[in-house]
């Protein structure tokens, strides 16, 4: 039986199962899917290998698992011209829905605070990394 984390009541399993989900939503969305199918491609076994990255990412991020993910999300989609601040409140709309639909209420409620700061600032680098060198940052 896998741990639930400290930070959010959820365990290895049900983040797997939020992370499936999710990016169902995110495949079938008009905007999102298209940038993460120029990333990731179509095929399954792909989707599956970013899924299983991500939901390392959220076990090491909620203290499930430390050392489930190596990476750095911010470079990674700074690095992507396709990915643009104002797909992020997209994201995180599907990331709510998703947690709402099949996590409890206080699991999703969790996830999602931690998510809205991910998101935040995610959004706030990639602006920032593009924006010409003598422009004022822009805070969300």
Not at 20 to 38: I, K
């Amino acid at each position: 039986m896998t741990q639930a984390s400290p930070h959010a009541p959820l365990t290895a399993a049900e983040i797997e199962r939020l992370v499936a989900a999710f990016y169902a939503r995110v495949r079938a969305d008009e905007v999102l899917g298209p940038v993460f199918r120029r990333k990731i491609g179509t095929s399954e076994e792909a989707w599956r290998h970013h899924e299983a990255k991500i939901a390392g990412f959220w076990r090491n991020a909620l203290g499930i698992q430390v050392g489930a993910y190596s990476g750095n999300p911010q470079m990674a989609h700074i690095g992507n011209s396709d990915v643009l601040p104002e797909h992020f409140p997209i994201w995180l709309g599907h990331f709510r829905a998703t947690a709402d639909a099949v996590l409890t209420p206080a699991q999703a409620e969790a996830i999602h605070a931690m998510a809205s700061r991910i998101g935040r600032g995610m959004a706030m680098g990639v602006e920032n990394a593009r924006r010409p060198a003598d422009a004022p940052p822009r805070l969300f």
